[in-house]
């Protein structure tokens, strides 16, 4: 292996010129020109801290243009490219930004705004390029996924996911059935230039539902200046045989005006296990987005649009005719279905569309005072594909249409330098339409309109240099009003002929037509701390309470779901969730060692589970039902990252992350929570040697021991007899250790352009394992040894 790493880097050094190399140095102060000491200085691939007086000094920067950040505690971060020519001085004065309690730079890949928000930069992201938000986000501690096979990735944020977890995406949030377990983000990791997580309920700017928390996507900054930049990523990968290109342009003008355009293009067919196909698994997308807008002086406005198209394949031997194939599954330890690798992707499978357009309008009132506007579309269009026969068999079995228009107005003003206050106002309205006239099954998900209006205020207080406080409201009024066809008995059987018989607005035949009316009134709030010890050490807290509604899933659902192959029972009877989280975080910064231990506990009343209870005999077969119920839950945790450079030139970075959770109700343990989970990457790099990377990553997943048992007894035929047997749908499988290998060189091939060689191995030991988060676990291993190469060109 060493001499093919060896050969792809000689090659690509072979075919490059090398340029001089110049010196950035400054000074970084604050408002009232104090230095800032401990300042961050990201140069392109270089990085630097400022000393005692302020100043930093960066060797061996090539000349081109260099996309700078200078990050500190409490103040704006600054993002902005500059022209290298020769030597260079860029003194710069930080900001205030005091609305978030704090930022604190963790080496490598993640950033701390507060106790509870962390960021992935856009040089971590590009690694992830040809993968999802939900595989990029694994970077940071706390941070799980929920996957459906290995292309639907969901987050969990410590221990939750789906509706509890909103998506900001370019400061809209993402409408995209999100509550289903097997529905990942529509949205392309290549649009964002920065994502942010908020851990917990403190970001009541986007919402006070976000009870796991907020992701927020933003799209790389362009300055006001007359410059253009792009990039250019290219993707292969062995596992798949396929890869992906994405491409953006950027450009800005001295009077404002600037402009961006980025497209993404994915290919790949079945991926493997270690030992076999995964038959059925190839996935397509074809993205784009573009931007137009103005920065004035004192207002400015923009206009964003993207589209984000994706076919996935789900493998084939997931899809069961009942219970007996699961029972096959579970016994054998390989597919039932196993075929010739292949690039096509049939049933069952997922077609997905989504639209987003927005208008944003700002201006400013005066130099501590800011009025933002903005006005957002979404369109939604989900397909599911089942296995049907005849003329049915390239009919969708799920079709939804989801359409929300959204408008936000948000106001934020200094009153002093110690004071500081932002408030909004949000209102959106939701249409979901399920076209069962071209399905000709019956909707899992009814027709039904949706009307939200929300108001938030913020306000922060500076006590003195070493401590800030911080506080917030948010008050939510949701008014939803479905139409939905019930078997009558299935109605009876749910007791809702005693509890909603006054919904009932019409007959046909064995099927009552309703009318479910739901009005909800939510307050969420939040308080929080940030103490600067010292120069190296800084203390968070933060208490925080947020209140879901049901969602229309756990409301209404009311049948066999295609892409899970089990039937899925709401309750009409669900109320909202409320949940209280308290946590702390303490966090040192030192000469070439970091860390940061963030415990915190979450109580939910009535949190909301989909649970196995029974089995249904229709005519396809027996299918497992799972219902939506409600318990009391309890979940304590904690995450951990450190960073140390223990010699010249090496690096162990770590991240750690355990949650224990409680169902209260039931005295028993809650169902998928994430496993105790430990990273470690020892890490080379020789900046002289064309910026050199070498890294190994051991990934560690301890098996989790603490689950519900929900297995239970079905008859299965046998010899024309039936036999009882127990299902063990419950059981996690075992914990696993993989190593990653990663490695990169950087080149300068033009005057002003720079192309960065990347060779990783994923999975270098061809393990076999199964992950408890995968919904596909019962049928299959996970991905086998992949070797992937990426391009990146700058220019």
Do not use: C
């Amino acid at each position: 292996m060493r001499y093919i790493l060896f050969f792809v880097f000689l090659l690509a050094g072979n075919q490059t010129r090398v340029y001089s190399q110049q010196v950035l140095s400054g000074t970084i102060t604050n408002e009232k020109k104090q230095p800032l000491a401990g300042s961050h200085i990201h140069a392109g691939t270089f990085f630097a801290t400022t000393a005692v007086d302020g100043r930093y000094v960066i060797n061996g920067i090539p000349q081109g243009n260099i996309p700078v950040t200078i990050e500190y505690l409490g103040y704006k971060t600054l993002d902005t490219i500059i022209a290298i020519q020769n030597d260079q001085v860029l003194d710069i004065s930080l900001q205030p930004d005091v609305s978030q309690l704090s930022e604190v730079v963790l080496k490598k890949t993640v950033s701390e705004k507060n106790a509870s928000t962390q960021e992935l930069k856009a040089n971590v992201l590009e690694n992830y390029s040809s993968e999802s938000l939900g595989d990029a986000l694994k970077e940071i501690s706390g941070i799980s996924s929920l996957k459906t096979g290995s292309t639907i990735v969901k987050p969990i944020i410590n221990g939750l996911h789906s509706s509890r977890v909103l998506i900001i995406n370019n400061n809209v949030r993402l409408e995209d059935q999100q509550w289903g377990t097997e529905h990942a983000p529509n949205m392309d990791v290549n649009t964002a230039g920065k994502i942010s997580v908020i851990k917990g309920a403190s970001g009541l700017q986007y919402g006070g539902d976000a009870i796991g928390g907020t992701v927020i996507v933003e799209p790389a900054h362009i300055p006001v200046k007359d410059t253009i930049f792009g990039k250019t990523i290219i993707n292969g990968a062995t596992n798949g045989r396929g890869g992906s290109i994405s491409s953006s342009l950027s450009k800005g003008y001295e009077n404002g005006w600037n402009w961006n355009l980025q497209g993404t293009f994915k290919y790949f067919g079945d991926f493997e296990a270690p030992d076999y196909v995964l038959s059925n698994t190839g996935n397509r997308e074809k993205n784009f987005s573009g931007n137009v807008g103005y920065k004035g002086e004192n207002q400015g406005y923009s206009f964003f649009y993207s589209y984000f198209n994706a076919d996935i394949g789900i493998l084939r031997s997931s899809h069961i005719s009942g219970m007996s194939d699961l029972i096959r599954a579970i016994n054998s330890g390989q597919p039932q279905i196993i075929r010739d690798f292949t690039y096509d992707i049939n049933a069952p499978r997922q077609e997905l569309q989504h639209h987003l357009g927005k208008i944003n309008y700002y201006t400013f009132f005066s130099e501590a005072s800011k009025l933002s506007l903005q006005y957002s579309f979404q369109f939604n269009n989900r397909k599911e594909f089942d296995l049907r026969r005849g003329d049915d068999r390239n009919k969708a079995a799920v079709d939804l249409d989801l359409m929300t228009h959204s408008f936000n107005a948000d106001f934020e003003t200094n009153s002093s330098e110690k004071v500081k206050y932002k408030a909004g106002i949000s209102a959106a309205y939701q249409n979901n339409a399920a076209n069962t006239g071209d399905t000709q099954v019956r909707a899992l998900i009814p027709n039904y309109n949706k009307f939200d209006v929300g108001a938030y205020a913020v306000a922060s207080y500076q006590t003195n240099e070493n401590l800030v406080l911080e506080a917030g409201l948010r008050y939510d009024f949701s008014h939803i009003d479905a139409k939905k066809y019930y078997l009558k008995s299935r109605w009876t059987e749910r007791g809702y002929d005693r509890d909603f018989s006054d919904i009932i607005i019409g007959e046909e035949g064995q099927q009552w037509y309703t009318n479910p009316v739901f009005t909800y009134h939510n307050f969420s709030g939040s308080l929080g701390a940030k103490y600067q010890l010292n120069d190296k050490l800084k203390w968070f807290s933060n208490i925080g309470i947020a209140s879901r509604n049901p969602n229309p899933a756990e409301l209404f659902s009311d049948g066999l779901h295609h892409a899970t192959g089990q039937i899925e029972l709401g309750d009409l009877r669900l109320k909202r969730e409320v949940a209280l989280k308290m946590s702390t975080a303490l966090h040192y910064a030192g000469d070439g060692f970091a860390f940061e231990i963030n415990p915190y506990f979450n109580t939910i009343s009535d949190f909301k589970i989909l649970i196995p209870t029974t089995i249904i005999l229709s005519n396809r077969g027996p299918f497992p039902v799972w219902e939506y119920r409600q318990v009391d839950a309890r979940m304590l945790g904690i995450d951990l990252t450190a960073d140390y450079d223990f010699a010249k030139n090496l690096n162990w970075h770590s991240t750690a992350a355990f949650v224990y959770g409680e169902d209260l109700t039931n005295d028993r343990p809650l169902i998928d929570m994430p496993p105790l989970n430990l990273n470690n990457t020892i890490s080379f790099k020789k900046e002289n040697w064309n910026h050199l990377v070498l890294g190994i990553k051991n990934e560690t997943v301890f098996t989790q021991h603490r689950y519900p048992n929900n297995d239970f007894y079905v008859d299965v035929t046998d010899s024309g007899e039936p036999v009882s047997t127990l299902v063990k749908i419950s059981r996690p499988p075992k914990g696993y250790s993989l190593l990653h290998f990663n490695s990169e060189m950087s080149f300068d091939v033009l005057k002003k352009s720079k192309m960065t060689i990347g060779f990783n191995i994923q999975n270098l030991l061809n393990t076999n394992y199964r992950d408890y988060l995968n919904r596909t676990r019962y049928y299959a291993d996970e991905l086998g040894r992949n070797f992937r190469i990426q391009v990146k060109l700058n220019y």
